[in-house]
C-alpha cells in the first residue's frame, strides 16, 4: 500500500531583478538576514524567510514584493536567483499521483498581490506608510527596461572650489514627456557602459531635490544633489561610476532616467503640519524640495513650523549654504552643525538638536510634527538616540511615542 506523501509548499518570496535599484533597504530591513546580495542581484534565502514581510514597505520600487507558490524541494536557490534577469513565471506545480494534500502550510504574508497583512512595524525603525495627507505618488513609470531620456539643462559645483567634498546641483529636463514626483522620492540614472562581468550598469539612486511643480515652477524638470565618490567605503582610491558620470555632464547632454520611486518618504500636504528635518550632505536633497515646495505654498497659507539640523564637515562643503541661510526667519529655524571647521570642535546634527532640546520637544509634542532624516547610515543610531534623550527629558514617553510616529507616518528615515 502506498503511504501518503506529504508535499510542503512554499510561496517563495523573490525580488525582481528588472525593477530592483539594488539600494540596499531590503537587506537592512530584514529582521532575520534573509536577504543577501552579489555584484547583480539582490536574492531572498528561502529556508530562512519567514514572510514577515518588513523588506517590503520600505522598498522604494516594489520590486521586493514577488511570490511564487512552488513545492518546497523546488525551490530556487540563492545561486540560482543571482543568475536571472528577469523572474520565472508562476509554473504549474507537478504534484505526483500518489500525493496527498499539501501539509506544509504555505508560508509568506501576502497573496503575491502587494497586499500587505499584517506587518510587524516593530521590526523597523522608521514609518512604512506616508503622511495621511500626502499626495499619491507615480512610481516605476520607468523600468530599466524602458527608461526614458532627459536632457541636462544645468549642472553646477555647490561646494568651494578646493574642498574635498565635490558636490553638484544637476537639473534635468523631461521636456514633453510625463515624470511626475514628489519632494521625498528619487529616481534612478543608467550610466552608460558595462561592468566588469560584461553586464549594462545597474541604475543608482538618488534623492529628488526638487518640488513636484519643477526646480523652476512649472517647468517638466528636476534636480539632483550629486557627491562625486572618489573612494570606497574602506577610504581607498575609486571612482563611483555613476556619481563621476552625472558630475562630468554637460549642457545638452541626455541621460537615461527610471522611475520614480519611493512612496512613503513624502511630505504632509496639510498646511498647518510641522516639519523637523535631519540631514548630513546629499541628504539635504529631499529637504530642499521639501522647503522648497512649503516656501512657494507659503505664499498661500501654509502655516506649519519648519525646523532644519543640517551637518556637513565645513561651511565651505555645506550644499546649498548660500540659499539656504537667505531664508527668513520666520520661515525656517535652521540649524548647522560642523564637523571639522579648523580650531572647533567637532560638532554633528545631534549634538545641535540636544542644544534646541526645548523647541525639538515642543515639536515632539505636537501630533501635526512630521520627522525626516536622510544622510550617512551612521547618523540614524545618533538622531533617534538624541530623539529619545530629548523626549525622556521632557517628560514624553519615548517608545510609545516612536510607535506612534511610524504608525501615523510621521518619522521618516534614509540613509546609506
Ligand atoms: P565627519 O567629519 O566626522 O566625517 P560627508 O561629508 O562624509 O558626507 O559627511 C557629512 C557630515 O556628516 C560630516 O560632518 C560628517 O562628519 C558627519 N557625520 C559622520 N558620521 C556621523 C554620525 N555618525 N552622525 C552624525 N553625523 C555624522
Same mark, same amino acid.
Given at each position: 500500500?502506498?503511504?501518503?506523501?506529504?508535499?510542503?509548499?512554499?510561496? +517563495?518570496?523573490?525580488?525582481?531583478?528588472?525593477?530592483?535599484?539594488?539600494?540596499?533597504?531590503?537587506?537592512?530591513?530584514?529582521?532575520?538576514?534573509?536577504?543577501?546580495?552579489?555584484?547583480?542581484?539582490?536574492?531572498?534565502?528561502?529556508?530562512?524567510?519567514?514572510?514577515?514581510?518588513?523588506?517590503?514597505?520600505?522598498?522604494?520600487?516594489?520590486?521586493?514584493?514577488?511570490?511564487?507558490?512552488?513545492?518546497?524541494?523546488?525551490?530556487?536557490?540563492?545561486?540560482?536567483?543571482?543568475?536571472?534577469?528577469?523572474?520565472? !513565471?508562476?509554473?504549474?506545480? #507537478? *504534484?505526483?499521483?500518489?500525493?496527498?494534500?499539501?501539509?506544509?502550510?504555505?508560508?509568506?504574508?501576502?497573496?503575491?498581490?502587494?497586499?500587505?497583512?499584517?506587518?510587524?512595524?516593530?521590526? @523597523?525603525?522608521?514609518?512604512?506608510?506616508?503622511?495621511?495627507?500626502?499626495?499619491?505618488?507615480?512610481?516605476?513609470?520607468?523600468?530599466?527596461?524602458?527608461?526614458?531620456?532627459?536632457?541636462? @539643462?544645468?549642472?553646477?559645483?555647490?561646494?568651494?572650489?578646493?574642498?574635498?567634498?565635490?558636490?553638484?546641483?544637476?537639473? *534635468?529636463?523631461?521636456?514633453? *514627456?510625463?515624470?511626475?514626483?514628489?519632494?521625498?522620492?528619487?529616481?534612478?540614472?543608467?550610466?552608460?557602459?558595462?561592468? #566588469?562581468?560584461?553586464?549594462?550598469?545597474?541604475?543608482?539612486?538618488?534623492?529628488?531635490?526638487?518640488?513636484?511643480?519643477?526646480?523652476?515652477?512649472?517647468?517638466?524638470? @528636476?534636480?539632483?544633489?550629486?557627491?562625486?565618490?572618489? +573612494?570606497?567605503?574602506?577610504?581607498?582610491?575609486?571612482?563611483?561610476?555613476?556619481?563621476?558620470?552625472?558630475?562630468?555632464?554637460?549642457?545638452?547632454?541626455?541621460?537615461?532616467?527610471?522611475?520614480?520611486?519611493?512612496?512613503?518618504?513624502?511630505?504632509?500636504?496639510?498646511?498647518?503640519?510641522?516639519?523637523?528635518?535631519?540631514?548630513?550632505?546629499?541628504?539635504?536633497?529631499?529637504?530642499?524640495?521639501?522647503?522648497?515646495?512649503?516656501?512657494?505654498? $507659503?505664499?498661500?497659507?501654509?502655516?506649519?513650523?519648519?525646523?532644519?539640523?543640517?551637518?556637513? $564637515?565645513?561651511?565651505? !562643503?555645506?550644499?546649498?549654504?548660500?540659499?539656504?541661510?537667505?531664508?527668513?526667519?520666520?520661515?525656517?529655524?535652521?540649524?548647522?552643525?560642523?564637523?571639522?571647521?579648523?580650531?572647533?570642535?567637532?560638532?554633528?546634527?545631534?549634538?545641535?538638536?540636544?542644544?534646541?532640546?526645548?523647541?525639538?520637544?515642543?515639536? *515632539?509634542?505636537?501630533?501635526?510634527?512630521?520627522?525626516?532624516?536622510?544622510?550617512?547610515?551612521?547618523?540614524?543610531?545618533?538622531?533617534? +538616540?538624541?530623539?529619545?534623550?530629548?523626549?525622556?527629558?521632557?517628560?514624553? !514617553?519615548?517608545?510609545?511615542?516612536? +510607535?506612534?510616529?511610524?504608525?501615523?507616518?510621521?518619522?521618516?528615515?534614509?540613509?546609506?
Amino acid at each position: 500500500m502506498n503511504a501518503p506523501v506529504s508535499i510542503e509548499v512554499l510561496k +517563495q518570496h523573490l525580488i525582481d531583478p528588472e525593477i530592483c535599484i539594488r539600494c540596499n533597504t531590503c537587506e537592512e530591513t530584514c529582521p532575520i538576514d534573509a536577504i543577501q546580495h552579489d555584484d547583480t542581484n539582490y536574492v531572498v534565502m528561502p529556508d530562512v524567510c519567514n514572510g514577515c514581510m518588513a523588506c517590503v514597505p520600505p522598498c522604494p520600487t516594489g520590486a521586493i514584493d514577488n511570490w511564487r507558490t512552488v513545492l518546497k524541494a523546488d525551490a530556487w536557490s540563492v545561486d540560482e536567483q543571482y543568475t536571472w534577469d528577469v523572474l520565472p !513565471e508562476q509554473g504549474t506545480m #507537478a *504534484l505526483p499521483a500518489t500525493a496527498g494534500p499539501a501539509t506544509g502550510a504555505m508560508t509568506g504574508g501576502s497573496d503575491g498581490d502587494g497586499e500587505a497583512q499584517g506587518i510587524e512595524v516593530d521590526t @523597523v525603525r522608521g514609518a512604512v506608510v506616508p503622511p495621511w495627507s500626502a499626495a499619491r505618488p507615480y512610481v516605476n513609470l520607468y523600468t530599466h527596461r524602458n527608461p526614458t531620456k532627459a536632457t541636462v @539643462v544645468g549642472n553646477y559645483r555647490l561646494t568651494d572650489e578646493g574642498t574635498e567634498s565635490d558636490i553638484h546641483h544637476i537639473v *534635468l529636463d523631461f521636456g514633453s *514627456l510625463p515624470f511626475p514626483v514628489l519632494e521625498g522620492q528619487s529616481i534612478g540614472i543608467l550610466p552608460p557602459g558595462s561592468a #566588469a562581468d560584461g553586464r549594462a550598469h545597474h541604475a543608482r539612486q538618488y534623492s529628488i531635490a526638487s518640488p513636484r511643480d519643477g526646480e523652476r515652477p512649472g517647468y517638466n524638470n @528636476v534636480s539632483l544633489t550629486v557627491k562625486r565618490v572618489t +573612494q570606497d567605503y574602506r577610504g581607498n582610491a575609486a571612482s563611483g561610476v555613476c556619481s563621476n558620470y552625472l558630475c562630468d555632464l554637460k549642457k545638452g547632454d541626455v541621460v537615461n532616467v527610471i522611475g520614480p520611486f519611493g512612496s512613503t518618504f513624502l511630505m504632509p500636504n496639510h498646511p498647518d503640519s510641522h516639519l523637523l528635518m535631519i540631514c548630513t550632505g546629499t541628504g539635504s536633497a529631499p529637504m530642499r524640495a521639501m522647503t522648497e515646495y512649503r516656501r512657494r505654498r $507659503r505664499l498661500k497659507g501654509a502655516t506649519g513650523k519648519l525646523m532644519l539640523f543640517f551637518g556637513a $564637515r565645513t561651511k565651505a !562643503e555645506l550644499p546649498y549654504f548660500g540659499p539656504l541661510t537667505n531664508l527668513p526667519k520666520d520661515f525656517i529655524d535652521t540649524n548647522l552643525a560642523f564637523s571639522r571647521t579648523p580650531g572647533e570642535r567637532k560638532r554633528y546634527v545631534q549634538d545641535a538638536m540636544r542644544e534646541r532640546a526645548v523647541d525639538v520637544a515642543q515639536l *515632539l509634542r505636537d501630533d501635526g510634527t512630521y520627522i525626516y532624516v536622510c544622510g550617512l547610515k551612521g547618523m540614524e543610531d545618533g538622531v533617534l +538616540q538624541s530623539l529619545k534623550d530629548i523626549a525622556d527629558q521632557h517628560g514624553l !514617553e519615548w517608545n510609545a511615542l516612536w +510607535q506612534r510616529l511610524k504608525r501615523e507616518g510621521r518619522l521618516h528615515l534614509e540613509t546609506y
